[in-house]
């Protein structure tokens, strides 16, 4: 599967920003990861296909709303009352996606969108 994710860019802290990605077929859990310099990979959040469970990382809790457009195999990312911290490089993915694990192992995974948070 091909995955192309959009919607980056720079944003004041507070801001907010809605990535998507369109995945090129069906697939079953999708979500997104994130990679900042010098920092490890962080899953951020991940939604099933079926019952759309969701799952995301403490860091983003109560500030990122994931969803899924299934007819379009589209899935969102709604970022709001972003930090520096969130500043990193987007990554939309397919893989495990279950209570404690986003994104784990990877499966499959598109070019990153860039996110920045700064004022």
């Known amino acids: 599967v091909q995955l192309q994710a959009s919607g980056g860019g720079l944003v004041p802290p507070g801001g907010s920003l809605r990535l998507s990605c369109v995945a090129s077929s069906d697939v079953d859990a999708i979500g997104w990861f994130r990679q900042a310099p010098d920092k490890a990979r962080e899953g951020v959040s991940c939604?099933?296909?079926?019952?759309?469970?969701?799952y995301y990382a403490d860091s983003v809790k109560g500030r990122f709303t994931i969803s899924r457009d299934n007819a379009k195999n589209t899935v969102y990312l709604q970022m709001s009352s972003l930090k520096p911290e969130d500043t990193a490089v987007y990554y939309c993915?397919?893989?495990?996606?279950?209570?404690?694990?986003?994104?784990?192992?990877?499966?499959?995974w598109g070019q990153g969108t860039q996110v920045t948070v700064s004022s």
């Open positions: 939604i099933a296909r079926t019952d759309r469970a969701t």
């Open positions: 993915a397919t893989g495990g996606c279950w209570p404690g694990t986003i994104l784990s192992p990877l499966d499959s």
